[in-house]
Protein backbone atom coordinates (compact mmCIF):
# COMPACT_ATOMS: atom_id res chain seq x y z
CA UNK A 1 0.00 0.00 0.00
CA UNK A 2 1.57 3.40 -0.63
CA UNK A 3 1.05 6.19 1.77
CA UNK A 4 -0.09 9.12 0.28
CA UNK A 5 -0.06 12.83 1.87
CA UNK A 6 -1.59 15.83 -0.50
CA UNK A 7 -0.41 19.56 0.20
CA UNK A 8 -3.05 22.04 -1.75
CA UNK A 9 -4.25 25.19 -0.36
CA UNK A 10 -7.41 24.45 -1.57
CA UNK A 11 -10.00 21.73 -0.50
CA UNK A 12 -11.88 21.16 -3.32
CA UNK A 13 -8.58 19.84 -4.99
CA UNK A 14 -7.70 17.82 -2.42
CA UNK A 15 -11.14 16.24 -2.65
CA UNK A 16 -10.91 15.70 -6.11
CA UNK A 17 -7.91 14.31 -5.90
CA UNK A 18 -8.83 11.96 -3.13
CA UNK A 19 -11.67 10.77 -5.25
CA UNK A 20 -9.65 10.70 -8.33
CA UNK A 21 -7.13 7.95 -6.77
CA UNK A 22 -10.31 6.26 -4.82
CA UNK A 23 -10.65 3.56 -7.36
CA UNK A 24 -6.67 2.61 -7.21
CA UNK A 25 -6.50 -0.20 -4.46
CA UNK A 26 -2.89 0.45 -4.04
CA UNK A 27 -3.05 3.91 -2.86
CA UNK A 28 -4.22 5.29 0.82
CA UNK A 29 -4.29 8.77 1.01
CA UNK A 30 -2.93 9.70 4.52
CA UNK A 31 -3.12 12.98 5.58
CA UNK A 32 -4.28 16.45 4.01
CA UNK A 33 -2.19 19.87 4.30
CA UNK A 34 -3.12 23.27 3.13
CA UNK A 35 0.25 25.11 2.94
CA UNK A 36 4.12 23.57 3.10
CA UNK A 37 4.48 24.07 7.01
CA UNK A 38 1.45 21.91 7.71
CA UNK A 39 2.81 19.38 5.07
CA UNK A 40 6.33 18.98 7.10
CA UNK A 41 4.21 18.35 10.19
CA UNK A 42 2.59 15.34 8.77
CA UNK A 43 5.57 14.35 7.07
CA UNK A 44 7.47 13.58 10.44
CA UNK A 45 3.88 12.35 12.00
CA UNK A 46 2.45 10.01 8.99
CA UNK A 47 5.70 9.28 7.63
CA UNK A 48 3.99 9.34 3.49
CA UNK A 49 5.82 7.37 1.10
CA UNK A 50 4.54 9.56 -1.84
CA UNK A 51 4.05 14.01 -1.28
CA UNK A 52 1.55 15.29 -4.00
CA UNK A 53 2.84 18.96 -3.68
CA UNK A 54 1.38 22.42 -5.11
CA UNK A 55 3.80 24.96 -5.53
CA UNK A 56 1.34 28.15 -5.20
CA UNK A 57 0.17 28.30 -1.72
CA UNK A 58 -0.05 31.40 0.87
CA UNK A 59 2.49 30.67 3.69
CA UNK A 60 4.72 28.27 3.24
CA UNK A 61 5.24 27.82 -0.65
CA UNK A 62 5.89 24.14 -2.44
CA UNK A 63 9.12 24.57 -2.66
CA UNK A 64 10.13 25.67 0.89
CA UNK A 65 7.63 23.01 1.71
CA UNK A 66 9.32 20.51 -0.19
CA UNK A 67 12.88 21.33 1.75
CA UNK A 68 10.90 20.78 5.07
CA UNK A 69 9.00 17.75 4.11
CA UNK A 70 11.95 15.79 3.03
CA UNK A 71 13.91 16.83 6.08
CA UNK A 72 11.56 15.53 8.10
CA UNK A 73 11.19 12.35 6.21
CA UNK A 74 13.63 11.78 3.86
CA UNK A 75 12.73 8.52 2.57
CA UNK A 76 9.41 10.45 1.21
CA UNK A 77 9.17 11.38 -2.70
CA UNK A 78 7.89 14.33 -3.26
CA UNK A 79 5.61 14.94 -6.64
CA UNK A 80 5.09 18.42 -7.59
CA UNK A 81 1.57 19.03 -8.97
CA UNK A 82 1.07 22.38 -10.05
CA UNK A 83 -2.03 24.25 -12.60
CA UNK A 84 1.18 26.63 -13.02
CA UNK A 85 3.63 25.75 -16.04
CA UNK A 86 5.95 28.24 -14.98
CA UNK A 87 9.32 26.82 -16.33
CA UNK A 88 10.47 29.33 -13.56
CA UNK A 89 9.52 27.33 -11.21
CA UNK A 90 11.27 23.74 -12.48
CA UNK A 91 14.68 24.13 -11.45
CA UNK A 92 13.94 25.95 -7.89
CA UNK A 93 11.63 22.39 -7.17
CA UNK A 94 14.25 19.82 -8.40
CA UNK A 95 16.55 21.44 -6.21
CA UNK A 96 14.44 21.46 -3.50
CA UNK A 97 14.13 17.81 -3.74
CA UNK A 98 10.90 17.18 -5.40
CA UNK A 99 11.10 13.81 -8.04
CA UNK A 100 8.41 14.75 -10.35
CA UNK A 101 7.03 17.81 -11.79
CA UNK A 102 3.29 17.23 -13.30
CA UNK A 103 -0.19 19.53 -14.24
CA UNK A 104 -3.30 19.07 -12.79
CA UNK A 105 -4.48 18.65 -16.08
CA UNK A 106 -2.97 15.06 -15.79
CA UNK A 107 -5.96 11.84 -15.93
CA UNK A 108 -6.44 10.02 -12.69
CA UNK A 109 -4.78 7.21 -14.24
CA UNK A 110 -1.52 9.14 -15.70
CA UNK A 111 -1.37 10.30 -11.36
CA UNK A 112 -1.81 6.83 -10.25
CA UNK A 113 0.98 5.90 -12.45
CA UNK A 114 3.59 8.81 -11.67
CA UNK A 115 2.80 8.02 -7.91
CA UNK A 116 3.46 3.89 -8.41
CA UNK A 117 6.77 4.95 -10.52
CA UNK A 118 7.84 7.79 -8.01
CA UNK A 119 8.01 4.89 -4.80
CA UNK A 120 10.22 3.21 -7.27
CA UNK A 121 12.32 6.57 -7.91
CA UNK A 122 11.25 6.76 -11.04
CA UNK A 123 10.97 10.49 -12.07
CA UNK A 124 7.89 11.96 -14.16
CA UNK A 125 8.32 15.49 -16.01
CA UNK A 126 5.77 17.68 -17.80
CA UNK A 127 7.31 18.47 -20.95
CA UNK A 128 7.39 22.13 -19.75
CA UNK A 129 9.57 20.96 -16.60
CA UNK A 130 11.54 18.22 -18.96
CA UNK A 131 12.60 21.38 -21.51
CA UNK A 132 13.28 23.46 -18.43
CA UNK A 133 15.58 21.12 -17.33
CA UNK A 134 17.74 20.14 -20.36
CA UNK A 135 17.98 24.00 -20.77
CA UNK A 136 19.91 24.13 -17.19
CA UNK A 137 22.30 20.74 -17.91
CA UNK A 138 23.19 21.89 -21.32
CA UNK A 139 23.64 25.62 -20.34
CA UNK A 140 27.35 27.48 -20.23
CA UNK A 141 28.13 27.78 -16.51
CA UNK A 142 28.23 31.69 -15.70
CA UNK A 143 31.65 33.11 -15.02
CA UNK A 144 32.73 33.88 -11.92
CA UNK A 145 33.69 37.66 -11.30
CA UNK A 146 36.86 38.24 -12.10
CA UNK A 147 39.97 39.99 -10.43
CA UNK A 148 38.81 43.32 -12.30
CA UNK A 149 35.98 43.89 -9.79
CA UNK A 150 38.29 43.82 -7.12
CA UNK A 151 39.79 47.11 -5.61
CA UNK A 152 43.51 47.62 -4.89
CA UNK A 153 43.04 47.26 -1.37
CA UNK A 154 41.49 44.15 -1.38
CA UNK A 155 43.80 42.76 -3.87
CA UNK A 156 46.19 43.24 -1.11
CA UNK A 157 44.15 41.88 1.34
CA UNK A 158 43.42 38.86 -0.97
CA UNK A 159 46.89 38.03 -1.06
CA UNK A 160 48.07 37.77 2.39
CA UNK A 161 45.23 35.37 3.04
CA UNK A 162 47.03 33.58 0.56
CA UNK A 163 50.22 33.90 2.33
CA UNK A 164 48.21 32.50 5.62
CA UNK A 165 48.34 35.74 7.42
CA UNK A 166 45.19 36.33 10.07
CA UNK A 167 43.14 39.76 10.00
CA UNK A 168 45.62 40.89 12.79
CA UNK A 169 48.47 39.93 10.84
CA UNK A 170 47.23 41.70 7.27
CA UNK A 171 46.04 44.63 9.28
CA UNK A 172 49.68 44.96 11.24
CA UNK A 173 51.12 44.80 7.48
CA UNK A 174 48.76 47.29 5.93
CA UNK A 175 48.79 49.56 8.54
CA UNK A 176 44.59 49.33 8.75
CA UNK A 177 42.68 48.11 11.62
CA UNK A 178 41.48 44.89 11.98
CA UNK A 179 37.86 45.55 11.86
CA UNK A 180 38.68 47.06 8.17
CA UNK A 181 40.51 43.86 7.43
CA UNK A 182 37.04 42.21 8.04
CA UNK A 183 35.12 44.58 6.19
CA UNK A 184 37.47 43.90 2.87
CA UNK A 185 37.36 40.15 3.64
CA UNK A 186 33.15 40.12 3.67
CA UNK A 187 33.74 42.27 0.04
CA UNK A 188 36.13 39.87 -1.37
CA UNK A 189 33.62 36.81 -0.67
CA UNK A 190 30.60 39.06 -1.69
CA UNK A 191 32.67 40.11 -5.28
CA UNK A 192 33.93 36.60 -5.95
CA UNK A 193 30.79 34.36 -4.51
CA UNK A 194 33.13 32.27 -1.97
CA UNK A 195 32.41 31.09 1.26
CA UNK A 196 35.24 31.16 3.30
CA UNK A 197 38.80 32.51 3.60
CA UNK A 198 39.99 29.18 2.26
CA UNK A 199 38.05 29.36 -0.88
CA UNK A 200 39.92 32.80 -1.81
CA UNK A 201 42.89 31.52 -0.74
CA UNK A 202 42.45 28.68 -3.13
CA UNK A 203 41.36 31.26 -5.67
CA UNK A 204 44.14 33.32 -5.56
CA UNK A 205 46.66 30.49 -5.78
CA UNK A 206 44.35 29.31 -9.12
CA UNK A 207 44.89 32.78 -10.59
CA UNK A 208 48.39 33.21 -10.04
CA UNK A 209 47.81 36.24 -7.60
CA UNK A 210 50.61 35.32 -5.07
Same mark, same amino acid.
Given at each position: /??????????? /????????????? +?????? *???????????????? %?? #???????? /? +??? #?????? &???????? !????????????? $??????? %?? *???????????? #??????? &???????????????? %?????? @????? +?????? !????? =? /? $???????????? &? =??? #? %??????? @??? @????????????????????????? &???
Amino acid at each position: /MIRLLIVDDHK /MVREGLKIYLSTE +PEIQVV *GEAENGEEAARLAAEL %RP #DVILMDLI /M +PGV #DGIEGT &KRCLAACP !ETRVIVLTSMPDD $ELVVPAI %RA *GALSYILKDISA #DELAETI &KKAVSGKPTLHPVAAQ %RMMQEL @TAPPK +PRPGVD !EISPR =E /M $EVLRLIAQGLSN &K =EIG #D %RLFIGER @TVK @THVSHLLEKLQLQDRTQLAIYALQN &KLV
